[in-house]
């Protein structure tokens, strides 16, 4: 986008009101609850147009996140680009990120509460998967410290065996 007509600013500027620290969009949404502005024919992500006009163009193959974790939120200085890996790992750095199968969710007090078990318990890895609603692979890397890490030192393979 080479340059923003200066209605489509104007009206921007109309679409969000300061909630906190927060810049939240009160116009209309996307369905996963990201703010949505149409110019022309497209229709942005809010956070990425409000980056555009801001901060400058994104880089090409980057998503724009947040510092804040609001999908809402289109204040620039909570804008970065990152990576989608970028994404990734900061939503699991703030636990934020939510592992699933079914219906069952892992989040940190879930994380800690299977790392007890498992070496107070000697549940097997199975057995945890079950009670807790998941994948076996999804208790190995909790186990393995690669998801929900709580800066406790990863459990050792050989302690990690089934039993």
Not at 43 to 65: D, E
Not at 108 to 135: C, P
Not at 138 to 151: F, I, N, R, S
Request: proline share 5%; with cysteine; aromatic share 10%.
């Amino acid at each position: 986008m080479n340059s923003v007509r200066s209605s489509d600013r104007e009206r921007f500027l109309r679409s969000f009101h300061t909630r906190g620290e927060c810049w939240e969009w009160e116009a209309s949404c996307f369905e996963r609850g990201y703010g949505q502005f149409k110019v022309g024919e497209k229709n942005w992500l809010a956070h990425r147009f409000s980056y555009t006009i801001f901060v400058g163009p994104i880089p090409k193959g980057m998503l724009i996140c947040h510092t804040c974790d609001n999908r809402k939120c289109v204040r620039p200085s909570h804008l970065f680009p990152g990576t989608h890996r970028d994404n990734s790992d900061d939503k699991i750095q703030k636990g934020r990120s939510r592992r699933s199968r079914g219906s069952a969710k892992i989040d940190m007090d879930a994380a800690k509460r299977i790392r007890h078990l498992y070496l107070t318990t000697h549940w097997a890895q199975e057995n945890l998967a079950l009670d807790f609603g998941v994948s076996r692979a999804a208790v190995q890397m909790v186990l393995a410290q690669k998801t929900w890490p709580d800066g406790t030192p990863p459990i050792p393979r050989k302690i990690r065996k089934k039993f």
